[in-house]
């Protein structure tokens, strides 16, 4: 069965240091999208690709933080420093092009702990 | 804007006994619903989901929701609750008419579905 692929599992970097987030969509989805979930709460849109163009990134901290998609397939987040109120759970999720009657399939996500 | 709401934060139920996980919506159209469970330190797994025709959708492990158009509801349901299904439900909406930002897929807060032996 197909899956989102996520990488890494979990990561604990400090604070004002830089860190960074894969993800590969399931083959064929041309939507992609990261959510941040924080601990008891639900996730939240950070930036949705469309192909390899942006599409909402309007709750991304640009200030720190930074995603690509340069082929239109894998994706990248960053975040550059890192702040203790970044740890978080960061989920890939992708769906068919255009298909909004379609579910979202998520990666199993990254753990994020800044110390 | 549209919006969701789980009101429970916690459902405690006991084995075999039925369970129900709230949840109500707030879009201006006609929504798309979806219901989400998460097991620890893992990520969103689809249950169902409601897009148009009959209002009682079944999904995986035995779930179903009903959709309640008057009342703005999506409760996820299950007639015989299993230790197993002690998970974290998110309920989600989605506005699909054009013109939104970005059809974003909202979610709700979450609610702990605790099955006791």
């Not at chain 2, 054009?98 to 609610?111: D, V």
Request: charged fraction near 20%; aromatic fraction near 12%.
């Amino acid at each position: 069965e197909a899956e989102v692929a996520q990488s890494p599992r979990y990561k604990i970097t400090e604070k004002s240091q830089a860190v960074a987030f894969w993800c590969d969509p399931i083959s064929g989805h041309a939507t992609l999208y990261w959510y941040r979930q924080i601990l008891g709460q639900g996730p939240e849109l950070l930036v949705q690709f469309q192909d390899e163009s942006v599409v909402d990134d309007s709750q991304l901290p640009k200030d720190r933080f930074s995603a690509e998609r340069l082929k239109g397939v894998d994706s990248t987040l960053k975040i550059q420093p890192a702040e203790l109120g970044d740890s978080a759970m960061y989920l890939c999720a992708s769906t068919s092009e255009g298909r909004l009657n379609t579910e979202a399939f998520f990666g199993q996500g990254t753990r994020l702990t800044v110390v | 804007a549209q919006s969701v709401a789980q009101p429970e934060d916690q459902v405690n139920v006991a084995e075999g006994n039925p369970l129900t996980v709230k949840c109500t919506y707030s879009v201006s159209g006609n929504p798309y619903l979806f219901w989400y469970v998460q097991y620890p330190n893992r990520g969103l797994q689809f249950l169902l989901k409601y897009i148009t025709g009959d209002n009682l959708v079944k999904g995986s492990y035995g779930f179903e929701a009903e959709f309640n158009k008057s009342q703005t509801s999506f409760h996820l349901k299950k007639p015989s609750a299993l230790v197993s299904d002690s998970a974290l439900y998110f309920c989600a909406v989605r506005d699909p008419r054009w013109g939104g930002a970005t059809n974003k897929l909202i979610f709700g807060t979450g609610t702990l579905l605790a099955v006791q032996p």
